[in-house]
Structures are given as C-alpha cells and as structure tokens.
C-alpha cells in the first residue's frame, strides 16, 4: 500500500490473530489458499522430489531383471472327532499353525535340500558343483533367501493356504510352490514316525511294567493264602456260616442223645411195673407217644431255653400229666397185657439205647469239629488285615494295567487317525507375465509417493521454519510495527549514503520505500524537536549500516537536516567510513569519545542555502547526509562507551539538526544497544529477510529490556516475496511498475533460482 508519503511500504498492522501466521508459526489450521501459497513457496523444492523420485523408479523398473510369480493353494485336512463345541475354533487355530509350519525355516531348508537350489543356476547366483557338499551355513542363507521371495497365506475363516512365489525364472517358481507341500508331507512323515515309534515304544514299556506288577501282586495273595491254608472267603462271612451249621447240628445230636437216654430210662421203668407182657391198649400207646413227643420237644428246647422258661415249664407239667394217665391206662391193662407190654418194652429201651449211644457219638464228633473250625476262623481272622492289603494292592496293579492298556490302545488308534494334513488343491502353473517391472503402475506410484513425501517435506519446513518471513509474522510474534521491507542492494549503491538509491535515483522502487521509512519515522517524532533514532540488529550481517545509511538518505531527500552516529566502534562498516566527510581535517568519533576534542570540532561545516540559477532548486536549502564515525576500529571500545560523553555530543547536534541516528552495535553482540537507547528517543530493530529467526529476535528483545518502536525487514528479495504470496502489499508491488523507473524486481524461473543459490548469505548466516 501507498503510504502518506506516496511509497510502498508495510502497513500499521491491525489485531488478526485469528489469522493463521504463515511461515512456521501460526496455528494449525490451514485454508486451502495457504496451503496452495505454501505449495507455490516450495515448488522448486516439491517437483525436485518428484522429479528425481519419479526418475529414479522409471530408471529401476527400466533395468531391473523380470520376476515371476506362481502360486499353489493347499488344503488343511483336519481329523477331529473329539465333538468339542469349539471344534471350529480350534481348526482355524490349526490351519494358522499349518501356515506357521509353512513359514518355518525349517521346512524351507528342507526345500532348498529336495530341489537342489545350491546346485541350480537360476536360484543359487553361484551355484556349487554337483559334487560339492552343501554346509550348514550356505544351506541357512539359501533358506533365508527362499523365505524372502515366499509369502504364504491363509485365507481367512477357510482351510486353504495359499503359497507364492516369486523368481526370475517362471519355470522355478512353479516348481518351489508345488515343492513345499511335498517337502512337508515327507517331513512330517519322518517326524511322526519317530514322534509315534517313541510313544508306542514308552507305553508298550509301562504296560510291561505294570502287568509284571500285578502278576507280581497277585502271586503274593496266592502265597499268603497258601501259607496260611485261607481258602478263597476265609475269615469272612463264609467261615461264620459254617460254624453256625456245625453247631445246630450238634445241638440236634445231643437232644437227640438225651432223648434216646430218657426213652430207654422209662421203657425199663415201664417194663419193672408190668407183670404183663405185651398189655398193652391203644390209648396207652398214644399217651406213650405223647409222652415221647413232650421228652423230645423238651430235649430239643433245652438247647436253647433254661429249665425256668415257662415253656419249658408247660411241658414239665404236659410230661407229669401225660405220665400220670399212662400209668393209670398201664394198671388198667397191665393184667391183660403184661406179657405182650413186657416183650414191647424191652425191644423199644434196646431201641432206644442204640439210638442214644448213635447220638452220642455224632454229637461227640461235630463237637470236636466245632472247636477246630472255630479255633481255624480265629487264625483266619487274624490274618485277614494282612490278605486285604495284599489284595488291595493286587487290586490296584490290575486296575493300572488295565487302564494303561485301554490308554495305548486309545493313542495307538489316535496318532494313526488324528492330526493335521495338507495336501496340494490347485497345482501353481507356470506363469506367462512376470509381476515386475512395470513401468507404468510403478511411475504412477512413484508420482503419487514422491508427491505425498514432497507434500510432507514442505509442510515440515514450512512448520518448523522459524525465520521471519514478513510484517504479520513480526507482529504476531513480538506485537511490533514494520516500519519498511526494504528491497535488497547491490553494487554501488551499498558504497556510501550519497550513493543511495534514495539521492542517485529518486524514481526507483528502492527509493520510494526508503521514504516511506523516512515518513513513519518522521510520524513519531515530537512536534518542534530533534529525533534521536536508534538502529540496532540482533546479529552481525543483517545489514543494519545499510538500513542507517538509507534512512540518513530518505531523511535528506524529504529536507531534513540528519546525521548519523556511528557508535558500532569495534567493527566500523565501510559504507560509514567511505561516507564520513574528511575534506575539512575534523577529528573523528574516537578522539571525541577519548576527549582529545570537544564537541563542537565534532560538527560539520553550518549549512548553506542553495545559490539561484544553480543546477538544483532555487531557494531550496541545499542538505547532503553527514556521517560521525570512527575511522578505524577502536581498541578499547568498553572504555570509550560513556553515555554521558554520547549525551553531549547529541546536545549539541541538536542545535543543527532534526534527526539523529544512531548506528549501534548488534545487541546479541554487545550491550552497548541497551546503554544507547537511554539516548535516543526511539529504537528500531532490523531484520534481515529470510535468515533472522525468531528466536534471535527475542532474545534481543530480552537483552534490551525496553520496548522497541518497530521493526525493518532488510534485503528483501521483492520477486521471491511475492512469488511466496504472504498477501501483505508487497505481493502486488508490479501491479503499481509504471511509477517507478528502473529495472524492477521480476520473478526468476526455476533454473535462474537454483544457478542463483546464494552461497555468500549462507557463509554470512554460518558466521
């Protein structure tokens, strides 16, 4: 934009700091405008990348040998009868587990020994000769190499497997994929064979083992047995059983006995009271066998009941009746019976008595047998504890042999039926097209890479650039004004302030700029009273001397009567020295400031007004810049700093002119800026376009302490500025080209930028 003076300078930047900062430094949020201006900033850099990205490839995919591909699909047999619910779980594990065995390097070892891959020309770039044997080690890296050129992949929630693989020869590859399931199948064949031979053998050894100890076991129960004559059931229920029967029977034996003794005992009574033999009646026959009948039944009880149990006391008293009738029914038929009764009863007692001494003699028997059978189920008793440990460990010896013989049966019939089989569907045929090269898909990802990679590399830059680039980066960063950007110089124009643009050629860019910075300084100053103006850098080379060279011009050029100050004493720029005015023989700024000379040697001729008729303006007061400024560098420029000496000399510029400028030394540099600026009224900080960062610019800030009134960007490249299209109005500076005369800052083409690459502003930003 035009200023009030008419020049194309920065503007009085308004808040915008919802703006994103271009440069490096503003938010993250991009317009598409300024991300195609960004673009546009780098697009010698981004189409170097593509270029020679893309280049690159096309040479590659141009040269590069052809590779073939050929894939075989193999089946995973799953053999599982087990009817767990996650059956289908587990053979997608085992289909991944069947590709894991693929991918071994093992099995790929296992292919390159079955093929010969050593031995063949097209896999092995030297192969070996055929009678060589193949170590260990090259037998790995051709492994490693075969697994690098296989892929193999199960296709998901399916049983297939899918093996590729590439080579330069179609032919071979064909052949390594059709390889892989036969190298396995045998592989495998070996391994379970071994794997089935060791587990047949360990079981057939434990079954062994445990049927020699059951054998062993029950050979000690039979012993035991044997030993102490315990038939099967001895010492049990058996055993009791048997004692019970021997003694019913001789408690039968000896009621029988007794009652055989009591008959005999009463036929010889019965036969002393007859005095006739064979009387005899009926109803006597009958009492006497009830009588019998009553002698039996209390023998038989007697065994089991007391003389006192009342049935035992029922039939004492049925024998006393019955006994009583029997004796009467005797007397009544005794007469007419006593012979037959006689002869009757001396067969029964001999009857009887034959009959007693039989009883008495079985019940003698099973009594004896009673005591040995009993005395033998006490021993067998006794030994019982001992025969149930004997048995329980035979028990247990039979049980273990007869669960580990159902056990090898059950893994003998599994390792025969289940397990994990391949075996190959679907052949690989020997391809006709090779996969790679291909020029066109490769350059076409290649642009689209190296595109997406430039793209990456030009925001990178852009984001971590923290160089100042232009006025709203200044004032977002530091809330400070650009006063000018200054367009860069060259050649004469940098030899001293009377060879500035601004006197030597009023109508060019470089000047109308100038002027503008003259008129904002012109702007601040205090009405009716001399400017005291300081100019200082962060760092050496930003061109600070030029900047104080130009104002003095564009201050001169507008009528004000200005003199710089050269207090930069331990490096004096040329441009200072070759602009001091030696004609007159006046003492420079060192003798001032080591006070061999006052202030007022100091001071120039007094100005004079133009003659009329001269070259120049009549009646216009004739102003040339004037320069103060040591004219080598000091020796000890800490000891010749005092303000109090600089104070003075200013107070007696002050009677002679409008502006004084200050040119002090760079602030990171010395701490001199900071003792000048108490002198001066205001302080501008230049910058140089492109290189000053912004760290460098804060930390000046901070060195300083006090505020600064503005800023000027220095050696700004006007062409490349646009180009880069911050949208501040030096973008649009050819748009108003007609005003000003000269040549004009253009746009160079790619090739001008990169044949122009300024090796001399790098070698100064390095120092």
Do not use: C
Not at 8 to 34: F, H, I, K, W, Y
Not at 171 to 192: G, K, T, W, Y
């Amino acid at each position: 934009m035009l200023s009030q003076s008419g020049t194309l300078n920065a503007p009085l930047l308004e808040d915008r700091s919802d703006r994103p900062v271009e440069g490096g430094t503003g938010p993250s949020g991009l317009s598409v405008r300024q991300v195609i201006k960004i673009i546009r900033r780098h697009e010698l850099l981004l189409g170097a990348i593509m270029f020679f990205t893309v280049l690159i490839v096309l040479l590659i995919q141009l040269t590069a040998t052809p590779v073939y591909q050929a894939t075989a699909t193999v089946q995973v047999e799953l053999n599982d009868d087990s009817g767990s619910p996650d059956l289908a779980a587990r053979n997608q594990q085992r289909v991944a587990n069947e590709a894991g065995i693929y991918r071994s390097r093992s099995l790929a070892e296992r292919v390159v020994q079955d093929l010969k891959l050593a031995y063949d020309p097209r896999f092995n770039e030297t192969p070996l000769p055929t009678s060589a044997i193949l170590d260990n080690r090259r037998l790995q890296r051709l492994a490693g190499r075969l697994m690098s050129s296989t892929s193999i992949t199960s296709l998901k929630e399916s049983d297939f497997i899918e093996i590729t693989v590439r080579s330069t020869s179609p032919d071979l590859a064909s052949e390594i994929a059709n390889q892989f399931p036969a190298s396995l199948a045998a592989h495998r064949s070996v391994m379970r064979d071994d794997r089935q031979t060791k587990i047949v053998r360990q079981l057939d050894d434990e079954r062994a083992r445990l049927a020699t100890e059951a054998h062993e076991a029950e050979r000690a129960v039979a012993d035991f047995r044997r030993q102490h004559q315990l038939l099967t059931g001895a010492g049990g229920a058996e055993d009791y059983a048997q004692i019970n029967r021997i003694a019913a029977e001789a408690a039968s034996a000896a009621a029988m006995r007794a009652a055989q003794s009591a008959r005999a005992a009463g036929v010889a009574q019965a036969v002393g009271n007859i005095t006739t033999v064979g009387a005899t009646s009926p109803l006597l026959d009958q009492q006497r066998r009830q009588l019998d009948d009553l002698t039996r039944t209390r023998s038989e009880l007697a065994m089991m009941y007391g003389s006192e149990h009342p049935k035992m006391r029922g039939l004492e008293a049925q024998i006393s009746e019955t006994s009583t009738s029997m004796r009467q029914e005797q007397a009544r038929v005794l007469a007419a019976a006593a012979t037959q009764a006689q002869a009757q009863a001396a067969r029964e007692a001999g009857m009887a008595r034959s009959e007693a001494a039989s009883a008495a003699s079985r019940a003698g028997q099973l009594e004896g047998t009673l005591r040995s059978i009993t005395g033998k189920a006490f021993a067998n008793t006794a030994a019982t504890v001992e025969l149930n440990a004997l048995e329980r460990n035979a028990e247990a010896a039979r049980s273990a042999f007869a669960a580990m013989s159902t056990r090898a049966e059950e893994v003998k019939t599994s390792l025969a039926a289940s397990g994990i089989h391949s075996r190959l569907m679907s052949p690989a045929a020997v391809p006709q097209d090779p996969i790679s090269p291909r020029p066109k898909s490769a350059t076409f990802a290649a642009f689209a890479g190296s595109l997406i990679l430039g793209l990456l590399i030009v925001f990178g830059i852009e984001l971590t650039d923290n160089r100042l680039w232009n006025a709203e980066q200044i004032y977002h960063q530091f809330g400070l004004r650009t006063f000018a950007m200054l367009p860069e110089l060259a050649g004469d124009a940098l030899t001293s302030a009377k060879a500035n643009p601004v006197l030597q050629d009023p109508q060019s860019l470089f000047a109308e700029v100038a002027r503008g910075l003259g008129s904002e300084v012109a702007e601040i100053a205090q009405p009716g009273k001399a400017q005291t103006v300081l100019i200082t850098s962060p760092i050496t080379g930003d061109g600070k001397s030029t900047v104080t060279l130009t104002l003095l011009a564009a201050a001169v050029a507008m009528g004000r009567r200005a003199i710089v100050i050269d207090l930069d004493l331990r490096r004096p720029s040329d441009e200072m020295r070759r602009s001091t005015d030696d004609s007159d023989g006046r003492p420079d700024l060192v003798d001032y400031l080591t006070g061999a000379v006052d202030a007022r040697h100091m001071l120039p001729a007094p100005l004079r007004p133009q003659l009329p008729g001269s070259a120049e303006s009549p009646g216009v007061t004739a102003v040339e810049p004037v320069v103060l400024s040591a004219r080598e560098p000091a020796r000890n420029p800490v000891a010749l700093m005092r303000l109090g000496r600089v104070n003075e000399l200013l107070d007696h510029l002050r009677e002679q002119y409008d502006l004084m400028i200050i040119n002090a030394p760079p602030t990171l540099a010395t701490r001199d800026s900071r003792m000048l600026m108490k002198a001066a009224d205001h302080t501008l900080l230049v910058v140089r376009w492109g290189r000053t960062t912004i760290e460098q610019v804060r930390a000046a800030l901070q060195v300083l302490q006090k505020p600064v009134d503005g800023v000027v960007i220095n050696r700004v490249d006007y062409a490349e500025h646009a180009r880069r299209g911050y949208g501040d109005p030096v973008q649009f500076y050819m748009d108003s080209a007609e005003y000003f005369d000269g040549e004009m800052p253009t746009r160079r083409r790619w090739y001008e930028r990169v044949t122009s690459f300024r090796w001399r502003d790098r070698a100064d930003h390095m120092a």
